[in-house]
């Protein structure tokens, strides 16, 4: 067959679209492939068959990978490459449009592939913008929010837009990434994202208000509890370094940033003790800054933290006016004597001896080198006498940095010190020195230092110092900085921490210290290994101040020096450790395994991308073997490999907060779920498993905790960083739970309920107009249609009540009568009520039944979400021949999102 020029032949669309479905429906997707090619070439008019195809295939899944309407684009796309004489240029101008309004109608979903082909094949960036306008504002008024703002993306409509409609609906559903792709690379509408999100930090800011824009848009607790000040001053300073920004759009987000850094300044201080007063000063100082308002604050906690006298010094240091002072402060400043008058801070500077208190010493591990063998780099010839010693071929040197806390208030923090530990001598680079930070010298000596490979750099944590290097020196970003070995500690402490080795003997070096330890990182790494911890209260000191303290000196020297101190010790006798006799070889496995996960995630992103052709006729999609030191399941009794799958009305659950998105899947295919919410004590979910039976699903710390409180098996940790699909598809198959098509939607997605009312339209537009949700004439266009279609309409799903059909999606669920509702309050006994805001009128004119929630009011209707759960969840549904027959249109309660 020639396959240069469409042949003339004028195949019907109608024959080819059935025959593509027969094939479909047969699974025959090779038959498929050279049907649909050779189809193409005979249809007269390719570019309005495709979308006359395309438009018969079923609902808004179209757009979905795994669907007949997704696999026929994405034969087009192949066959249109070798005719690219295929093109809307070969139309007249009015046939273009037409064809490129029937595509842009198309474009209700987010499906890359399927939004991006439909919008390359009929050029619909050409269409006048008025008209892709008006589509955006379509979706927008269907509430289909995240796909108006990828289409808008896409179409480059953003400067035709109003950010505020577009990205406000948005953020309150807990989407603000997908408001922040709409505003990147426009930066007005960059800086008006950052200015909306901060006026959002404003004490008296209120959401409901803004809420209340959006009467039909439902939110969710979890999502009305994102929009709080501390998270949102989190993302408005994260935008403010990603967009570089300047900070001074941004007033009220910095003063909640730095009323809450004082807060914790005085915590630190006055309940925990564990900062002097020197540091607390000094950071005091940067907090505050000039702002009036926080010299206020700080005068008013400072007379419930510690009294009248300090409240008064400092309020005589800002000169805070009169009638602002709390009662008190006025009084007391009259009556200080002038020496009291002024904050004194003493100068330690040189009164300080090197040498610390036997107390001390006894208390803390202590470097075992004197104080002329710790060398300030300050000048360019001081840092070649440091190179001469530091670069030593076959060297072991510990690596330490400080830097100056922000408390977030900035968040690109640059390295004032670098510490570098011999055997025998500490060298402190101080890059506030004048002009070395930046000295040419300096560079190459970095470079030179972490690209040695003959040279073991011993730190611990070194992600972090890596971070703080790179905002120090910019030229690390342009030419990466190469890091050859290194050796991080912390690999090696978390490989100790895992096997839990206790010594048994008596000495002096105690592996594991008692859980109640205080001490944690690299300060518990020297306890356990050095048999004392370090002394950690200079580390949140003012780094950049000069001169340096003495105990500000001996603190850096100890985090640098103390790494050679511990690596000597576990190198000494790595097995009494249970460490392997080459240290390195775990950081390089750690890293190697790491580069394992990335290629596999890097396979499985490219399997899920390729669509397989067996993906596409419905097989089940299978997961990558899991070895027991993979993340996941890490926990919890599984059921035997024998053992009867479970229904899932039988599997009970309790989600902590971090795993709400996991507790939706579940309830969504008939899983018992009961949620945290974001303000519970992860303790609650131990006492609701004992209570009720749960299994409680967790991740992180509170797994530790929980996992003593319930029965073997009774406890499970996931990984937080999965998705919440993943983590759904691990439990199911962990317990060995099937649903069926019949689960799906068989329980409330808000409140866990099963038992649903049906409404039918009649009802549901009475009901609207009775609460004034509806005119007479938003339902003229529904008596256009005749009685006997309307009939027939209803006959193809009718409610529970009348028939004993049930909906094939919720056999699982329990149906109530519509009697039990309250016809003057529209509530159900329970007092829920219809939540009958949330139902757009335009949905009246093909929606004949809708179901409604009898504990929490929510409702739902026909539409795609239950296919696209189908297809999400079908390597673990229990599938039987009807339920793939394909002629039974999917149906589901698809609440309004």
């Known amino acids: 067959m020639n396959h240069n020029t469409p042949e003339a032949v004028g195949l019907d669309p109608t024959a080819l679209t059935v025959q593509l479905f027969e094939l479909w429906n047969q699974k025959d997707l090779q038959t498929l492939?050279?049907?649909?090619?050779?189809?193409?070439?005979?249809?007269?008019?390719?570019?309005?068959?495709?979308?006359?195809?395309?438009?018969?295939?079923?609902?808004?899944?179209?757009?979905?990978?795994?669907?007949?309407?997704h696999h026929i684009l994405m034969e087009f796309q192949t066959w249109i490459k070798e005719h690219p004489q295929v093109t809307l240029s070969s139309l007249s101008e009015q046939q273009a449009i037409t064809l490129q309004r029937r595509a842009l109608s198309l474009l209700t979903d987010t499906q890359p592939g399927f939004v991006d082909s439909l919008i390359n094949i009929y050029q619909l960036t050409s269409l006048d913008p008025a008209i892709l306008k008006l589509h955006i504002v379509r979706l927008q008024a269907l509430n289909c929010y995240k796909e108006a703002v990828v289409l808008s993306v896409k179409l480059k409509l953003q400067k035709e837009l109003n950010m505020e409609e577009m990205c406000v609906p948005l953020i309150l559903q807990d989407k603000l990434s997908l408001a922040e792709s709409y505003v990147t690379g426009h930066n007005q509408l960059e800086r008006r994202l950052v200015t909306l999100l901060d006026s959002w930090c404003h004490p008296s800011f209120s959401v409901d208000v803004i809420s209340k824009q959006f009467p039909r848009l439902s939110v969710s607790k979890h999502c009305m509890g994102q929009i709080k000040p501390k998270m949102l001053t989190k993302h408005v300073l994260r935008l403010v370094e990603k967009f570089n920004i300047d900070q001074g759009l941004c007033p009220n987000a910095l003063h909640k940033r730095r009323l809450d850094s004082l807060r914790f300044l005085m915590y630190k201080k006055f309940v925990e003790k564990s900062m002097t007063e020197q540091n607390w000063s000094d950071h005091v100082q940067y907090v505050v800054a000039d702002d009036?308002?926080?010299?206020?604050?700080?005068?008013?906690?400072?007379?419930?933290?510690?009294?009248?006298?300090?409240?008064?010094?400092?309020?005589?240091?800002?000169?805070?006016?009169?009638?602002?002072?709390?009662?008190?402060?006025?009084?007391?400043?009259?009556?200080?004597?002038?020496?009291?008058?002024?904050?004194?801070?003493?100068d330690s500077a040189q009164t300080e001896e090197w040498t610390p208190s036997e107390s001390h010493r006894h208390k803390f591990y202590q470097v075992p080198i004197t104080k002329d063998k710790v060398h300030f780099v300050d000048t360019p010839e001081a840092l070649q006498r440091c190179r001469n010693i530091v670069l030593k071929d076959g060297g072991v040197v510990g690596v330490d940095m400080e830097w100056q806390p922000t408390f977030g208030c900035i968040s690109t923090q640059r390295v004032a010190l670098i510490q570098l530990a011999v055997f025998d001598q500490v060298f402190l680079l101080d890059l506030c020195a004048n002009g070395l930070c930046q000295h040419p010298d300096t560079i190459s000596f970095i470079r030179s230092f972490f690209s040695t490979r003959n040279i073991i750099k011993l730190?611990?944590?070194?992600?972090?110092?890596?971070?703080?290097?790179?905002?120090?020196?910019?030229?690390?970003?342009?030419?990466?900085?190469?890091?050859?070995?290194?050796?991080?500690?912390?690999?090696?402490?978390?490989?100790?921490?895992?096997?839990?080795?206790?010594?048994?003997?008596?000495?002096?070096?105690?592996?594991?210290?008692?859980?109640?330890?205080?001490?944690?990182?690299?300060?518990?790494?020297?306890?356990?290994?050095?048999?004392?911890?370090?002394?950690?209260?200079?580390?949140?000191?003012?780094?950049?101040?000069?001169?340096?303290?003495i105990s500000q000196i001996r603190y850096a020297v100890a985090d640098a020096y103390c790494l050679l101190d511990v690596y000597s010790v576990l190198s000494s006798?790595?097995?009494?450790?249970?460490?392997?006799?080459?240290?390195?070889?775990?950081?390089?496995?750690?890293?190697?395994?790491?580069?394992?996960?990335?290629?596999?995630?890097?396979?499985?992103?490219?399997?899920?991308?390729?669509?397989?052709?067996?993906?596409?006729?419905?097989?089940?999609?299978?997961?990558?073997?899991?070895?027991?030191?993979?993340?996941?399941?890490?926990c919890g009794k599984k059921p035997s490999e024998d053992s009867p799958a479970l229904p899932p009305q039988q599997l009970r659950v309790v989600c902590d907060n971090m795993l709400q998105g996991l507790g939706r899947y579940l309830r969504c295919l008939g899983v018992d779920v009961v949620m945290l919410e974001n303000t519970d004590d992860h303790r609650k979910a131990a006492k609701l498993a004992q209570a009720e039976g749960r299994v409680i699903l967790t991740c992180g710390q509170p797994y530790q905790s929980l996992r003593s409180q319930v029965g073997e098996g009774r406890c499970l940790s996931l990984d937080c960083s999965e998705k919440a699909r993943d983590q759904a598809v691990r439990v199911l198959k962990h317990f060995n739970v099937q649903p069926t098509p019949s689960d799906i939607f068989s329980r409330c997605q808000a409140c866990n309920s099963d038992q649903y009312v049906a409404v039918p339209r009649e009802d549901m537009v009475r009901m609207l107009k009775q609460k004034g949700f509806l005119q007479d004439q938003d339902t003229d266009h529904t008596q256009q249609k005749s009685h006997q279609q309307e009939e027939q309409k209803l006959d193809d799903i009718l409610t529970p009540a009348e028939t004993s059909e049930l909906p094939r999606y919720a056999l699982q669920c329990r149906w109530a009568s519509l009697s039990e509702l309250d016809p003057d309050t529209l509530t159900f006994p329970g007092g829920a009520a219809i939540q009958l805001h949330n139902v757009p009128p335009a949905l009246l004119s093909r929606i004949p039944l809708f179901y409604v929630c009898t504990r929490c009011g929510k409702v739902f209707w026909e539409g795609s979400h239950f296919g696209r759960v189908l297809t999400m969840f079908q390597e673990v549904l229990h599938l039987t021949d009807e339920d793939s027959e394909p002629a039974a249109a999917p149906v589901s309660a698809a609440q309004q999102n």
């Open 459 to 549: 730190g611990y944590g070194m992600a972090g110092d890596l971070k703080c290097l790179l905002a120090t020196w910019h030229q690390f970003l342009e030419e990466p900085l190469k890091m050859e070995g290194v050796l991080d500690l912390l690999s090696i402490h978390q490989k100790i921490q895992r096997g839990k080795v206790k010594r048994t003997q008596n000495g002096p070096k105690e592996v594991l210290v008692g859980e109640g330890s205080a001490e944690k990182g690299l300060s518990l790494l020297v306890q356990q290994v050095l048999g004392r911890p370090l002394d950690k209260t200079e580390q949140m000191s003012n780094w950049e101040k000069r001169p340096l303290r």
């Open 292 to 346: 009036v308002e926080l010299q206020i604050e700080l005068v008013e906690m400072l007379v419930r933290y510690s009294g009248l006298q300090k409240a008064s010094q400092w309020s005589l240091r800002y000169a805070v006016p009169r009638n602002r002072l709390p009662i008190g402060v006025w009084d007391t400043q009259q009556s200080l004597p002038p020496h009291l008058q002024q904050v004194h801070l003493s």
């Open 573 to 634: 006798n790595p097995a009494w450790f249970g460490l392997p006799a080459d240290l390195r070889s775990i950081s390089s496995s750690q890293s190697e395994k790491g580069r394992e996960k990335k290629q596999k995630d890097k396979r499985a992103m490219q399997m899920k991308q390729a669509h397989g052709k067996e993906e596409c006729q419905g097989a089940q999609r299978l997961s990558p073997p899991h070895s027991d030191t993979e993340k996941g399941l890490l």
């Open 33 to 69: 492939h050279l049907a649909a090619l050779q189809g193409f070439s005979k249809l007269s008019e390719p570019l309005e068959a495709l979308l006359t195809i395309l438009e018969s295939c079923p609902g808004k899944q179209k757009g979905r990978s795994h669907t007949l309407g």
